[in-house]
Every structure is written in C-alpha cells, then in structure tokens.
C-alpha cells in the first residue's frame, strides 16, 4: 500500500512563500521532499533484516570534459569498493559528469551494492550524464539527522544531468530549452535487498 501526504515545512525568509513537505511511503521505502527545488531531505529503505535507515546526503558541482575512462580510475563499469579504489588509485575522490549512452529513454545508469547491510540502488534515467560525489569535503564537522557525524567520503550522491558545459559545446547531448517545448526528464531509483 502507497501514501503520500503533504504538509507546512517552513517559510522562506522575506516572504518568499511557503515551502511544502510531500511524503511519500510505501512497504519498501519512505522518501519526504521539500517543494524548494524538489528536493529530497530523507529517503528510508530497508536493509536485509527489513529494517529501515535514512541514507540521504550530498552536494553538486559541475564542471569536466569528455574523455575515454578505459584504464583510467575513472572507469567503474564494473564493481569495485569504493574506499579501497580511491586509496589504489591516490583520489582524493570524485565530482564529475560521467557521460551514459545516450538516449531519451530509459536507460541503466548505476547500480550500488552496500555489502554490510544487503543494500542495493539501481539508478536509470533518460538524461545523457550522472555527476557522481563522494562526499570529498565532509570533515566530521557536519552533524546531520540524529547527531550523525560525516568524515570525509561518508556518502555519496549520483545525480543524473545533462553534461556540464553542454550550452556550449555543439558535440555534447543538446541542453537548451526553446519557446514551446517540453522539459521531460525521469529519473528512476530501484532499491532491493541482496
């Protein structure tokens, strides 16, 4: 069974409206999102034992370029873990647009597996780019929901977009929107247990 409710999250500063908060809730997840840039403040789902932890945090930057990932630290095609990548290969971490295959349909985006809880994220999209974070500059200083404390790669964020730049760049995926047509973009996030 699916709910979803609505209620008063807070007001913005100057009069600048009213900011809603819309939960949505089913047998396999809870999510709540704020009316201010639709954006997602918790997002609940269950690990193997069945029960539920909020595993929403992150921040955005876009910047980068087109390059080939084969053989390079940047290609993760195939599964790794990814604290133990980031020491093999001396990163300080990631913030950059991985470029998908492109098409304006659904397609596979990424998939990550949490080996200790049974976790797994399927992403899928119709936008041409992922920016994927890894949390680079959590410090510990953060205190998040419940006290939690963030150090340095504590989370991470995959975030579909088109590629950074793209207004200016005639090769990249087009980016504008003209007088009369439609912004259409989904993203999908299928969470399972393993």
């Not at 609505?6 to 396999?28: C, H, I, M, N, Y």
């Not at 088109?162 to 996030?189: C, I, K, M, S």
């Amino acid at each position: 069974m699916a709910s979803v409710t609505r209620a008063v999250f807070g007001e913005l500063p100057s009069g600048g409206g009213t900011v809603e908060k819309f939960q949505l809730q089913s047998d396999l997840l809870r999510v709540d999102i704020i009316s201010w840039g639709c954006t997602i403040t918790a997002l609940e789902v269950k690990d193997r034992q069945g029960r539920a932890s909020d595993v929403v945090l992150g921040f955005a930057e876009l910047e980068g370029e087109v390059a080939p990932v084969q053989g390079t630290a940047f290609d993760l095609r195939k599964p790794v873990e990814l604290g133990k990548h980031l020491q093999d290969f001396h990163l300080n971490g990631f913030d950059h647009n991985f470029c998908l295959k492109g098409s304006k349909e659904k397609h596979f985006c990424a998939r990550v597996h949490h080996a200790a809880s049974g976790r797994v994220l399927e992403v899928y999209t119709t936008q041409p780019g992922v920016q994927f974070y890894t949390g680079n500059f959590l410090d510990g200083t953060l205190k998040g929901k419940n006290g939690a404390v963030y150090p340095k790669h504590s989370g991470f964020c995959l975030e579909t977009q088109n590629w950074p730049d793209a207004v200016n760049q005639p090769r990249f995926p087009p980016v504008l929107l003209r007088p009369g047509e439609e912004y259409d973009h989904t993203t999908w996030f299928k969470f399972s247990v393993a």
